[in-house]
């Protein structure tokens, strides 16, 4: 069973700081997505990454996939706190199309 | 295309009885998933169709649940005999045709049923 792994699974930060989060397997996956989701919606795709080493930006997030697509991480520069939520990482299984979710990581930026 | 729709967006019903949800995905995707997310987990995976074939179902989906998508648009998803642990949201997705050896570029999903058994 492919799984993944999110850590930190909470972070606090100021206003103007910088953080990652970081997304982890044993197994590779074929594609990888980045979400965020707000309480009481359904999760917003963000990314798909699908190279081994592959940096994509989005405005001050950074996503990068692992050489190995085996893990991918996510940087934030400069929070807002509009970049509140919940994000969660997703894998495409390999051999298959269904996609599996890790459990997230909850950010709250605060003013 | 308003992108997917879900009906209704909250439910409370009593122990034993029995709830359908609906979910219209994107009218140009072949493709749609269910999923269950519970407090502070992610999605878990139910089922997945491609145009009318079911042709995916997670061993978390018991005899109790059931899912169509009979014309290859909209689906339901139907649980029998309401149990306290069935209590969660409900998320549909759908995503477009994949072509050979094209990868799963993500979904997009609706806004959700939040199930409250009592």
């Known amino acids: 069973t492919q799984l993944l792994e999110q850590s930190p699974q909470f972070l606090s930060i100021q206003e103007g700081e910088n953080l990652t989060v970081y997304c982890n397997s044993s197994?590779?996956?074929?594609?990888l997505q980045w979400y965020r989701q707000e309480p009481g919606e359904g999760p917003v795709l963000l990314v798909t990454?699908?190279?081994?080493?592959e940096v994509k930006k989005l405005k001050r997030l950074t996503f990068q996939f692992g050489d190995a697509r085996k893990d991918s991480s996510l940087h934030i520069t400069a929070a807002q706190t509009g970049d509140t939520g919940l994000y969660l990482c997703a894998g495409g299984e390999t051999g298959g199309f269904k996609t599996i979710f890790g459990a997230g990581t909850r950010l709250f930026v605060k003013a | 295309d308003t992108g997917v729709s879900q009906d209704p967006r909250h439910k409370i019903t009593k122990r034993g009885q029995n709830v359908t949800f609906r979910c219209d995905p994107i009218s140009e995707h072949n493709r749609l998933y269910w999923y269950r997310q519970t407090l502070g987990q992610g999605p878990e995976f139910l089922t997945y169709?491609?145009?009318?074939?079911?042709?995916?179902k997670s061993r978390l989906l018991s005899d109790r649940f059931s899912a169509e998508r009979p014309k290859g648009s909209f689906s339901t998803l139907e649980i029998q005999r309401t149990e306290q642990g069935d209590s969660a949201m409900y998320l549909c997705?759908?995503?477009?045709?994949?072509?050979?050896?094209?990868?799963?570029?993500?979904?997009?999903f609706g806004s959700g049923t939040r199930l409250t058994v009592v």
């Open positions: 990454v699908v190279t081994g080493g």
């Open positions: 997705a759908s995503s477009p045709p994949i072509k050979t050896k094209q990868f799963n570029y993500g979904y997009t």
């Open positions: 169709f491609q145009n009318e074939a079911q042709l995916e």
């Open positions: 197994s590779v996956f074929s594609s």
